[in-house]
């Protein structure tokens, strides 16, 4: 799996948790449903102001390694 599935994957599974749609966390983030569906695919070439907005929501952050 790569780095763009796990991070979709993990997206999911917590906007699941917290018992939103994907709908629902779309409006929240202010992205469209079809960018958030392809966040959660590890699929597109969503901006990473998307993403941000998405982590930003769910409470969660992300951590750049070398």
Not at 24 to 48: C, D, F, H, M, V
Request: charge should be negative.
């Amino acid at each position: 799996m790569n780095s763009a599935s796990e991070l979709g994957a993990t997206l999911q599974r917590t906007r699941k948790s917290h018992g939103l749609t994907q709908e629902q966390l779309a409006e929240l983030a202010g992205i469209s449903e079809r960018t958030l569906r392809s966040i959660e695919r590890g699929a597109g070439n969503p901006s990473i102001e998307a993403v941000l907005s998405v982590v930003d929501v769910l409470g969660l952050r992300i951590v750049v390694t070398e």
